[in-house]
């Protein structure tokens, strides 16, 4: 009798180890499925964005909090220790843009910003040992901003900006298939998405992405880090007229949708310059970062990290020295 019931205990037991094996098969797909979509996350905004967008006889005021009205990735992040939050933008621009005589270079001031009231910020503030000349591109690859899908990471001020293509804004917009206006640069010439005219002054021509007249220089650098120009550094670029569609600005002059009399206009491009680095035209003071979203740029060590403590503008964690960012946590 004893051993018929522990025969029965036996298999009961058996049977509830099935059932247990089972029970973790079935749910270990959703656990690894769980663990791997936490690292392409992606957060929706802190809160709902806010824009306004008004004019006078003069200026186009635009305000904004900064907020994307798209989903972004996760901040922080392993390159990026800060996260998203509420600003206080303010910019104004002429109404009635016009060209100057030369181009003016935006060095760490704000390019533009977004019909969403996003900041279009290109530069950074890591340089190969303190080298002014040596400024790293943060879409080269080489170092981790943490940048998200939409080429956007943030600020230590919070400020969510844009380093190159704000895909999520492009895609709301319907700019796959249609010319679309972006934002407005600081000098107050519209900022359109890739797709444009083939012929600029026929808005009848079929639409097709245009091409930068930058490249990478042939050779190796002369100074500096050394080694060949790969694109890691702002300054491995050159620009070469007639090379593509746009001058050195980025930009060209043409019909629009929103200017059918035909206007000068910047075009952001898959390549390089990715976001323009100069103005055809005078840009607002509103667009410099003295006090504004990402503070005064700061020069870095002499080893060739920026200064501890990060500055105001900088992105992300400290960099060793001529190289991209250790593997592990970013220092709190």
């Known amino acids: 009798m004893i051993h018929r019931y522990a025969l029965r205990g036996r298999l009961v037991a058996w049977m509830a180890g099935i059932v247990a094996m089972t029970a973790w098969a079935a749910a270990a797909p959703r656990a690894l499925a769980h663990e791997a979509g936490q690292n392409h996350h992606h957060d929706e905004p802190p809160a709902k964005s806010h824009v306004t967008i008004t004019t006078d006889k003069e200026f186009r005021y635009i305000k904004s909090d900064g907020l994307p009205d798209h989903d972004t990735g ?33 060095r760490h001031a704000l390019f533009g910003v977004a019909v969403n009231g996003v900041v279009f910020d290109p530069g950074t503030a890591e340089f190969w040992r303190n080298d002014r000349q040596w400024n790293y591109e943060a879409l080269s690859g080489k170092i981790n901003l943490g940048l998200d899908d939409h080429h956007a990471h943030v600020q230590p001020t919070g400020a969510y900006h844009y380093h190159g293509l704000p895909t999520g804004l492009i895609k709301k917009l319907g700019g796959d298939a249609k010319m679309v206006l972006v934002g407005y640069a600081a ?16 808005a009848k021509s079929e639409l097709r992405k245009v091409k930068s007249s930058y490249r990478a220089k042939e050779g190796d650098r002369p100074s500096g880090p050394g080694g060949e120009y790969d694109g890691t550094f702002v300054a491995d670029y050159e620009y070469v007229q007639g090379l593509g569609d746009l001058d050195e600005c980025n930009g060209r002059t043409g019909v629009t949708p929103e200017y059918p009399d035909g206007t000068y206009y910047y075009v ?3 390549g390089f310059p990715f976001v323009p680095r100069m103005w055809r035209g005078e840009a607002d003071a509103s667009f410099q970062k003295r006090g504004g979203p990402g503070g005064p740029a700061r020069r870095g060590r002499p080893d060739g990290r920026p200064d501890q403590g990060q500055p105001p503008d900088r992105d992300g964690p400290p960099l060793p020295p001529g190289r991209g960012r250790p593997p592990g946590p970013p220092p709190r």
């Open 74 to 106: 996760e901040f922080p992040n392993r390159g990026n220790p800060n996260k998203i939050s509420k600003q206080e933008h303010s910019f104004r621009v002429p109404l009635k843009p016009k060209t100057g005589n030369k181009p003016t270079p935006i």
């Open 187 to 202: 000098d107050g010439f519209p900022i359109y998405g890739p797709m444009t005219y083939a012929d600029a002054d026929d």
């Open 268 to 270: 952001l491009t898959e």
